[in-house]
């Protein structure tokens, strides 16, 4: 959790700023030096902090952000010129307090949290010569992978850009270090273009109508001590442990009005764009245009007219009340902010995996407590901080033990693989499956089928030689995805045309291993053929707003059997659904990680809690290799309090969260030599100081030892505070910076990493 700063008052003025000289700055950069620098003011005498600026930065010219006046000039130095971009700032003094904190928790530079922060192109308004310029990568992602090792020596920046390309295809420029995209597009490696479109997101869906409810006595208890804290106008966080289907969006929603009505703003986060979406419409039936959506799929034009939305507000205009959005909409420039919810708060993909690698809840968490009011995480399956945060006192627990109009929860039958058989070989549907599902679509309901892992097959193999094809670039096999006749790596994006014969021995025929969701559709067709069938994974939800249509296909009965990865598992209400088919139910149960067991329990809990929302019960087949495995058993009793006890207990044992602090640290190099000789500085450092009360694991090789071309290290710091840690942290980085066997070694920090692979 974050720290428990005594000072609830933002602090505005950066430390140490005794003798301002008039015209001078203090600039931070999204990609730039760690440290602020000193800048001269040109065309105006003073700025407010959080005003961008454009400066020169060595020999590029970068975006930098004001974060306050500057002392003195370095003496001996003349100081360059900062352009300022903007009348007023982007950046709210609020939310540069909070990007403070996040920076000094999470170990990692003030300017790329603020660069994280503020959307490209961070306008408060759309600013004429500001359209949005997008690199596109021109190459297929290896040969983008390849001329990245190659340029990596004379030109790391780009061979990173590269990088990235390669996992995303297109990304604004201005993510990129300055300059880059230019001599990426000069080498024929990048497209420009730009980008200006600018509209309401999800303006062509009408809002959800929502049915005036009565509400439950467990909802009407949750909701009346949530006002109990909304009229003590301070920091306090609320628990809402609601089993699936029991109705915590009507709390959330009704609290938002609380708040709404006496002119206060309401911030509601959700870990995916598909749960966003859906909320917001759901949102806009009560509060109309006064809803803003910020997620990170939006066009460029959408999200800088939304932000500018909520932006205008914070300058006392007319506007935006309730704001919705993933991860990075925890920073939005709200300046009424009377309640922050955080949805299915246990989600990891609040967690950002890339620097800076902050976890959204506990940043909404720090930010609630810097404005001194109250924050609701609502959740079936409460992340175990959380839970554990409620039984120390330390957070309101509030229960929805049951659904809406006491609806079963639904039966969980489990089918032990190690006993039965698919009913085709080579096949994942056993019989009782297929039993149900045909069960399920003659009385006219609906299934969902889990299967968490994309593509048609994970893994191809030449059955003549025994030929496995792997990623160039990461430990992994590739996957076969067959509409796209391609292989891909899950992991770097990196993709080659499916090969017709074997590379190795030139045999015709290649066989593809195991069912990823695309093969599941062909095996539930086969078994069913009268099934209409939809999937959704990332594949098929590329097209803007596609997640919405397919549920609404869904819905609206066009299809009655849905096959998809973890898309489909959470927050969704679907009340056609009766049978939910959770087709490996060991998936991601045994990876080395101590937060497995939680997450594939949640993961299961929350697809289980698919079936039977609506009037007809519903019913879960749960087939697995290993039913005694706590995470299943507890899954299948969906049982959280006592998962939750057990999980504890285990991690009090070990000394892991919530029962310890972890911060990681992770060694990339391109090669193995360099890589251990750097780690082996690490574990001396360690050897020698000891540090009392902080145990330091590692370095090791991670689950995936090589990744997106990199050789990989890790070194777990733990301990059970997390001042001490993240001290070893701190000097463990300083080691790393000062010491020359660092040379061409980059060390990523992560505080509270939400995955070890
Ligand atoms: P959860 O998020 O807890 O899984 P939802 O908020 O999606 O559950 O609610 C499940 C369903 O119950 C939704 O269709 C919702 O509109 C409906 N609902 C919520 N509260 C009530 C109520 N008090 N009376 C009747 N229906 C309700
Ligand atoms: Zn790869």
Redesign the pocket.
């Known amino acids: 959790m974050p720290p428990a700063s005594a000072s609830a008052a933002p602090q505005l003025e950066p430390d140490g700023a005794p003798e301002a000289v008039p015209g001078l700055v203090e600039v931070v950069v999204g990609n730039g030096p760690p440290m602020a620098l000193t800048y001269r003011l040109e065309g105006a005498a003073h700025v407010a902090p959080g005003t961008r600026v454009r400066v020169p930065l060595g020999k590029r010219r970068a975006v930098g952000y004001v974060v306050g006046p500057a002392a003195q000039a370095p003496e001996g130095k003349t100081l360059k010129a900062a352009h300022p971009m903007e009348e007023s700032p982007a950046i709210t003094a609020e939310v540069l307090a909070l990007a403070r904190r996040v920076a000094d928790y999470y170990l990692c530079p003030l300017g790329a949290v603020l660069a994280a922060a503020v959307p490209p192109p961070a306008g408060s308004r759309p600013v004429a010569g500001l359209a949005v310029r997008m690199a596109a990568l021109q190459v297929e992602a290896g040969a983008a992978l390849e001329a990245a090792a190659s340029i990596e020596a004379r030109a790391p920046r780009q061979a990173e850009a590269l990088r990235r390309l390669a996992a995303e295809g297109e990304i604004p420029a201005a993510r990129l270090p300055a300059g880059t995209a230019a001599r990426l597009a000069a080498r024929g490696l990048v497209a420009l273009r730009d980008e200006g479109r600018t509209r309401v997101p999800l303006g062509e869906h009408a809002a959800t109508p929502r049915?005036a409810?009565?509400?439950?006595p467990a909802?009407e208890a949750a909701l009346a001590r949530v006002e109990g804290a909304l009229s003590g106008a301070r920091f306090e966080t609320l628990l809402l442990h609601?089993v699936?289907?029991?109705?915590?969006?009507?709390v959330y929603l009704r609290a938002a009005e609380r708040v709404v009505a006496r002119g206060g703003q309401v911030l509601l986060l959700t870990p995916e764009i598909a749960l966003a979406s859906h909320l917001t419409l759901a949102a806009r039936a009560h509060f109309g245009p006064k809803v803003a959506l910020l997620h990170s799929a939006l066009s460029d034009g959408e999200r800088r007219d939304e932000w500018g939305r909520v932006r205008a507000q914070a300058r006392g205009e007319d506007g935006v009340s309730v704001v919705v959005g993933t991860r990075s909409a925890v920073f939005a420039p709200l300046d009424r902010l009377g309640l922050i919810v955080v949805d299915e708060e246990h989600d990891g993909a609040y967690k950002q995996e890339e620097s800076p690698r902050y976890h959204a809840r506990d940043v909404a968490l720090m930010r609630a407590q810097q404005l001194g009011v109250p924050v609701l995480l609502g959740s079936?399956t409460p992340s175990l901080e959380s839970f554990a945060r409620a039984e120390e006192g330390r957070a309101v627990y509030l229960a929805?033990p049951e659904r809406?109009?006491t609806r079963p929860l639904p039966t969980v039958a489990v089918v032990d693989l190690r006993e039965t058989q698919p009913v085709h070989k080579g096949g994942v549907i056993t019989a009782p499956l297929r039993d149900a599902l045909a069960e399920t679509l003659e009385r006219g309901e609906q299934a969902l089928l889990f299967l968490n892992r994309r593509g048609f097959a994970p893994i191809v193999l030449c059955p003549a030689c025994g030929h496995t094809y792997r990623c160039r670039h990461c430990e992994v096999t590739l996957t076969f995805h067959r509409a796209a006749r391609a292989f891909l790596c899950h992991f770097c994006g990196d993709r080659r045309p499916a090969a017709d014969a074997c590379d190795a021995c030139g045999n015709p025929l290649l066989l593809p291993m195991g069912v990823g969701t695309e093969g599941l559709v062909d095996e539930v067709q086969a078994l069913l053929p009268e099934a209409r069938i939809l999937r959704m994974d990332r594949d098929t939800t590329r097209a803007k707003d596609a997640h919405l249509n397919i549920l609404a296909a869904v819905a609206r009965g066009a299809a009655n059997v849905l096959v998809g990865t973890q898309m489909i598992a959470k927050?969704h209400?679907l009340?056609g659904v009766t049978l939910v088919g959770v087709v490996c139910a060991d998936q991601g149960v045994h990876v080395p990680d101590f937060r497995a067991a939680e997450t594939a329990f949640a993961l299961l809990t929350q697809v289980a809690?698919r079936a039977g929302?609506g009037d007809r019960p519903g019913r879960v087949v749960l087939q697995t290799f290993s039913p005694e495995h706590p995470a299943i058993r507890h899954a299948v009793t969906q049982d959280y309090a006592a998962f939750a006890a057990e999980e504890l207990q285990v991690r009090r044992a070990v000394g892991y969260p919530p029962a310890g602090r972890v911060v990681r640290l992770v060694l990339w190099a391109r090669d193995a030599g360099p890589l251990d000789a750097a780690g082996e500085r690490l574990r001396a450092w360690v050897a020698d100081r000891r540090p009392p009360g902080v145990e330091v694991l590692g370095p090791a090789p991670p689950a995936l030892g090589r990744l997106r071309g990199m050789h990989r290290r890790h070194l777990l710091i733990k301990g059970a505070k997390v001042g001490p840690v993240r001290q070893v942290a701190r000097w463990l980085l300083e080691t790393a910076q000062t010491d020359p066997a660092f040379k061409h070694v980059r060390v990523d920090v992560d505080v509270d990493p939400q995955a070890l692979v």
């Open positions: 049915p409810v009565r509400l439950t909802q609601g699936t289907g029991s109705g915590k969006t009507e079936a929805l809406i109009e927050g209400d009340p809690g929302r």
